[in-house]
């Protein structure tokens, strides 16, 4: 069964500090690997997407990278700021269908 | 900016009653799909479409049936609603072969009372 997953499900860190979501997958096969955030009650936000080509995409203060070897991928928070406080999911997606992760709640204190 | 749209953010119905959950998107996608969110078991797929007509069960088709008469519309039907079925319900749709990446819509939170 292909499965994915983050760890920690909970992360609080004081405000400034650097961020470090951590994604694992069991099948390398993937056409793609993409974050999200949700914010509570709320629908998902497409933050970055990596196709299985590519290593790393960066947009602003995030970074995502991805190693289909070792079936993982890492994004990348710099000098968070409390409007980042939300559960962040990451999805694997093979063929027509996508896998997420369980996600990881994260808390940024001022 | 493209869009994924929910038709209700909120829903109450009873038990036993027919519930449609309408979703359209406007990217010309092929790919929609409708998933189920729920505390401590995360999104699972309960449907998904690739064409218009077509229609795929996912993990969880058990109670639910979709329509997609149009490309930009599918819809998610709870024939005989159950306490069971209140959950958090997330539509997205996807270009073919995914290329893209997928997009959601906002969301819909039902309970069957």
């Known amino acids: 069964k292909q499965e994915v997953t983050q760890i920690p499900a909970a992360l609080s860190v004081p405000e400034g500090e650097n961020l470090v979501l951590n994604c694992s997958f069991t099948d390398s096969a993937i056409y793609n690997l993409q974050w999200f955030r949700q914010d509570p009650g709320k629908g998902l936000t497409s933050l970055l997407l990596i196709q299985s080509s590519q290593r790393e995409q960066t947009s602003g203060r995030l970074n995502a990278s991805l190693d289909k070897s070792s079936g993982r991928s890492t994004l990348y928070i710099a000098a968070s700021q409390p409007g980042d406080s939300a559960t962040y999911l990451c999805?694997?997606?093979?063929?027509?269908?996508?896998?997420f992760g369980g996600g990881t709640r994260v808390l940024v204190k001022p | 900016d493209v869009k994924v749209t929910q038709s209700s953010r909120y829903l109450v119905k009873r038990t036993g009653e027919k519930v449609f959950l309408e979703c359209v998107q406007d990217?010309?996608?092929?790919?929609m799909f409708w998933y189920r969110q729920d505390p401590g078991l995360g999104l699972r797929l309960i449907y998904f479409?690739?064409?218009?007509?077509?229609?795929e069960k996912g993990d969880i088709p058990e109670g639910y049936s979709v329509s997609r008469e149009k490309k930009e519309r599918f819809s998610l039907i709870l024939e005989s609603a159950s306490t069971n079925q209140t959950s958090m319900y997330l539509c997205?749709?996807?270009?073919?072969?995914?290329?893209?990446?997928?997009?959601f819509g906002s969301g819909t939170r039902l309970t069957v009372v």
């Open positions: 990217m010309d996608h092929e790919n």
């Open positions: 479409s690739y064409d218009v007509k077509m229609k």
């Open positions: 997205a749709s996807s270009s073919l072969g995914t290329l893209r990446g997928y997009t």
């Open positions: 999805a694997r997606a093979a063929g027509n269908k996508l896998t």
